[in-house]
């Protein structure tokens, strides 16, 4: 079979390596409660992350800058960043990271299609 499919992700943080068979990222759903943070700052050695933010508002503090996040926001992080995620005190957030290695995309879109 050449595909995986689940259904919704529920809870506050669903990883889809395992459930989807993933080989080449890591992709998570996640969802912060009004007031909540991840509750570590956290760096990575070889992956840069993509974030997506679904729903709600709050913020990134990226090597001590904090930057603003809202629905509709997309922001990468460089391997070496230094990051942990905030839900706005009066509003939930959710959003989905990419996870992939630095540097490794060597063809996309059309030029890694075969028709």
């Not at 689940?6 to 395992?18: F, N, Q, S, V, W």
Request: proline share 2%; charged share 25%; net charge negative.
């Amino acid at each position: 079979m050449n595909f995986t499919k689940i259904g919704k992700a529920e809870g506050a943080r669903t990883e889809l390596h395992d459930k989807l068979g993933l080989t080449g990222a890591e992709i998570s759903v996640n969802t912060l409660n009004a007031g909540a943070s991840v509750p570590f700052v956290h760096a990575h050695k070889e992956n840069e992350e993509i974030y997506f933010i679904l729903s709600g508002r709050g913020k990134a503090v990226i090597d001590g800058e904090e930057v603003a996040l809202k629905e509709g926001d997309w922001i990468r992080i460089a391997p070496a960043g230094k990051r942990q995620f905030f839900a706005a005190a009066d509003s939930a957030m959710s959003y989905i990271c990419i996870q992939v290695k630095a540097n490794s995309l060597e063809e996309y879109t059309a030029a890694d299609a075969i028709v």
